[in-house]
């Protein structure tokens, strides 16, 4: 679809042909070339909520809770992630579903104390520094 050409001093509607001619109303050789775009926007968003007590150990979370959407990198999609992490309780919940079919891709429900491997819980190489 090409665009639509107007005058830009006047607004008269113009045809194609009248490119390099002057505006048969105002005679301005000003133009606006006008193209409608179309376009799906999905909003998404992720939410992480951390548990803490006032007082010594205010820094430290006792319970972390993260729902919503992920992108995928190994999956190359969109995910939707629920994920709890109690260390007052020592749980570890993590509820990962597919955003197109709702089928879940990863159950894991276990105590936080044998969550090790995983994500950030992944040993680390030291550089000796």
């Not at 090409?2 to 509607?13: A, E, L, N, R």
């Not at 190359?76 to 629920?82: A, D, L, N, P, Y």
């Not at 260390?87 to 104390?113: A, F, G």
Request: charged share 30%; hydrophobic share 25%; with cysteine.
């Amino acid at each position: 679809m090409s665009p639509q050409v107007i005058c830009h001093s006047c607004g008269t509607d113009l045809d194609e042909s009248s490119k390099g001619k002057p505006c048969p109303h105002c005679g301005s050789m000003a133009r606006l070339y006008k193209k409608d775009f179309e376009s799906t926007i999905t909003p998404r968003n992720l939410l992480k909520l951390l548990g803490m007590r006032a007082g010594k150990s205010k820094k430290k979370a006792f319970i972390e809770l993260i729902t919503g959407y992920e992108f995928s990198q190994k999956l190359s999609k969109w995910i939707f992630k629920i994920r709890r992490i109690d260390k007052e309780n020592d749980r570890y919940t993590e509820i990962v579903t597919d955003q197109e079919t709702n089928n879940i891709i990863h159950y894991c429900d276990h105590p936080l104390s044998e969550h090790q491997g995983h994500g950030s819980a992944k040993n680390k190489k030291h550089t000796g520094k």
